[in-house]
């Protein structure tokens, strides 16, 4: 089994990538997907989100406002590493559990951890190769403007609330840049998967 990770900032096409690796036949492991888990009505998360922050942050059917909740961590980093602080550990585990699963059941696996806040976390200290998809800020912050019908303000302030990019470039064993067209993301992550696929290959020899 091979296992990577994948990263990236916001708007810079992590997700796109993650669905080509997908399509090659990679397994995909969404941190985003446990993490959305992690806050379900009644779970010890939920319980501990809305300790943290109020019932502000429900819905009417009880469910966790994922917008609500994201506004206020964009405006306010101690709430943002509050909030890390309570998910992170079932996501980590989570995650931890997966990789075992699959090491069992499909030993030739090649497993992608999708994972944003991957280099953040320190996650990538731990495995050999890092997926970074990469556009220089000044894409990010257009696509989002685009993506999400905001202004050039709140986008920078989005961006900018992370980790720089370029900070994470910094941290990636290969780097995915998606500043151009899909079907030229598609073929560098072809060329990801078949690097993967080899040393899947050669570690079975």
Request: no cysteine.
């Amino acid at each position: 089994m091979v296992i990577a990770g994948l990263t990236g900032g916001i708007a810079t096409g992590k997700s796109t990538v993650s669905g080509f690796l997908r399509q090659a036949g990679a397994v995909i492991i969404d941190a985003d997907i446990i993490a959305r888990e992690a806050v379900l009505k009644n779970s010890p998360a939920w319980h501990k989100i809305v300790e943290a922050f109020g019932k502000e942050v429900l819905l009417p059917d009880g469910e966790i406002s994922r917008t609500y909740l994201g506004d206020i961590i964009f405006k306010d980093h101690k709430k943002k590493e509050i909030l890390n602080k309570i998910v992170h550990p079932f996501v980590s585990k989570k995650t931890v559990e997966m990789v075992e699963n699959i090491r069992k059941t499909s030993p030739d696996s090649i497993v992608i951890l999708d994972i944003p806040l991957l280099i953040e976390a320190g996650m990538h200290r731990k495995l050999e190769d890092v997926i970074l998809v990469y556009t220089p800020e000044s894409i990010q912050i257009k696509r989002l403007i685009d993506r999400d019908s905001i202004s050039e303000t709140d986008a920078m302030y989005k961006i900018r609330s992370q980790m720089p990019i370029e900070e994470k470039k910094q941290h990636a064993t290969i780097v995915i840049d998606n500043s151009g067209s899909i079907e030229a993301t598609k073929q560098k992550a072809m060329e990801v998967f078949n690097y993967l696929k080899d040393k899947k290959q050669k570690a079975q020899a």
